[in-house]
């Protein structure tokens, strides 16, 4: 007996047949065409690291595909433009708890490179995006150096608490919260510019805590060229509320009119420290003889007296000159209800020839200044911190002479460590505006791209 298939298996049997045919057509099972394609979206187009860095940012990796969970997408490193910086192999990836990836770059060299990245999903589906690295150079102490980015030229800043630092930068009116321990972008920023009334930059230079209140101020100095900037000749006030990532700012109060009152008080007593002739139109900031404000902290005990350390001029504006301080007797007042300054016995401190780049004290009246020279807008001169206690006609002693083997200048004290206490640690921040960082001739403060931006801040040991 022959037994012959019914109609149904007939046609199910070509159907089958015309499958594999398809199969073996497109190279792919034939409900591909079913799936989405995925997608691929970065936390950010560029990313920036360095040399023998430790706890170098990352960048998160969002992949995607419709109805299938992100776990299950592959995500893989395809290429490389400059191996030489970071090839494939240095881009290290961590799952993270929704599924997308968290990447790191170990840096093999300075430079940019371009790293292409592809998310492969179900039915063989593709998508590629651009990851732009570049990777400064390694630095000494290496371990305890941080960056931090979207801003080059950091030149103030104040302890916010919980590990936390509030930095300004003095090519913008912005104040950005970073994590102290970690390289990568702000916490958060707030833009200043609107509740000053500045359109241009007021070089901020200098801060000071007191409680909840941290006072600002401009470096009162003409600009680089020699040209009076209204916007520099501004003292402020920001109110702190919370701690650590959770710290909020409000705007306080401004005075406009400080390096007037300077000048008006230097004039009344002789001319001493030639303030007129600092500040007049031509003259360049930092000169020994110029005009530069960079250190603001509060005398010992005092709410309201605050010390206007001087970059420029030295007393005497000759080598070998001390570095100057002028105490406001009435800083609260000033900026809270412009009121006139009250100025105190101006202080000369020697620094072995070097000025005041910042000055910081602690609860117990321990102060570090941050010397440097009054000219130089990187490492080329000598840095060094001096303690002192905060008395005038008390001599400060030098403490350590700081690297200067590497980029960029050191500008801020973020907080004075009780000094008693052996091992104690000082984290110190540079402004890099104009250091080259990556090797292609462009200066920090001119990069394109935020990211590429940072600032240095490295923990050195008191002795």
Known sequence: MTVRPSPARRTGAAALLVAALLVAALGAPAHAAGYADPTIALS????????????????????????????????????SSNPAVAGVGDVRQERTRTGDRSLTVRARGRGCTDLTLEVTGRGGKSARATLSYAASARVAGAPATRYLTGSSDASAAVDAGGGHVLVADDETNELRLYDRSRSGAPVKSWDLGPALGRTKEADIEAAARVGDTVYWTGSLGNNKDGTYEAERNTVFSTRITGSGAATEIAFGGAYKGLREDL???????????GFAAGTANGRVPKGIDGFDVEGLEFAPGSTTTAYLGFRAPLAPAAPGGKALVVPVVNMDRVVAAGDGPVFGEPIGMDLGGLAVRDLRKNAADQYLILAGSFAAADNSDPYALYQWDGVAGHAPQKRADLPTADSGGWEAVVDVPDRRVRGARVQLITDSGAADLYGDGTEAKDLAHPEWKKARAAWFTLA
Not at 47 to 75: N, W
């Open 44 to 79: 950010a187009s560029h990313l920036s690291g360095a040399v023998g860095a430790y706890g170098d940012p990352s960048v998160t990796v969002d992949v995607e595909q419709a109805g299938i969970p992100a776990g299950l997408l592959r995500l893989r490193v395809l290429t």
């Open 263 to 273: 000048i008006a008080w230097d004039a009344a007593h002789g001319d001493r420290f």
